[in-house]
């Protein structure tokens, strides 16, 4: 009999680094560089608007869904497999 690991598998932890480090990282760096807020625009509005609306909002999130749902089902298959395929 196979043991269970006890708490959140690594790649859980792994997309909360990669959403928390792009929060982080860009708004360090709206911070700390002058007029990167508002003065870069495109269309007339904002640059920010545009890259955190469409990286950080929804490709970001998109990818991380797709990633949690696909690779829990992986480990699964890969379970599965290697018990003999029949409960």
Known sequence: MKKKKKGLPIYFWLGCLLL?????????????????????????????FFYNGFIGVMGLNFFLAWLWVYLPERDDKRSQSSDGGDN
């Not at 929060?23 to 640059?47: D, I, K, N, R």
């Open 20 to 48: 928390y480090g792009y929060v982080l990282t860009m708004m360090f760096l709206e911070m700390s560089v002058e007029g990167m807020t508002y003065s870069w625009t495109l269309g007339g509005a904002p640059a920010s």
